[in-house]
């Protein structure tokens, strides 16, 4: 997965599936890391969805995670505010294995 550090906090790829059955991580694809929620995609209801499922999933603080781009595409980049690349890297690599798929 294509993590990059800048200035803040490192810069994550998702690939976002609103409408979804539930909200879960789905794996990684293309490089992105797969994100499935339940909201439609109107009104910013899928980016706000995805910002929750990535703080609780990462276990950082709703604050530290913010839309960077994509606003209105599938293919996002999130800003985790404070978290090294190998450090979030580390904790990708254990939701997806421990999940197969992911969560």
């Known amino acids: 997965m ?7 906090g490192t810069e994550l790829p998702v690939r976002a599936i609103p409408g979804a059955s539930r909200n879960e991580i ?3 694809r293309e490089g992105a890391l797969l994100i499935k ?3 439609q995609p109107e009104r910013g209801k ?3 969805a ?3 499922v990535l703080a609780t999933t990462l276990g950082v603080r709703k604050s530290q995670v913010s839309l960077s781009r994509g606003d209105r595409n599938r293919e996002k980049t ?7 690349p190998e450090a979030l890297r580390e ?4 939701l997806v294995v421990e999940d197969g798929e992911g969560r």
């Open 2 to 8: 294509s993590l990059r550090r800048v200035e803040g």
């Open 26 to 28: 789905g794996g990684v």
């Open 37 to 39: 929620v339940t909201s």
């Open 46 to 48: 899928a980016n706000q």
């Open 50 to 52: 995805i910002t929750r």
């Open 78 to 84: 999130f800003l985790i505010g404070g978290v090294e």
């Open 91 to 94: 904790r990708l690599r254990t």
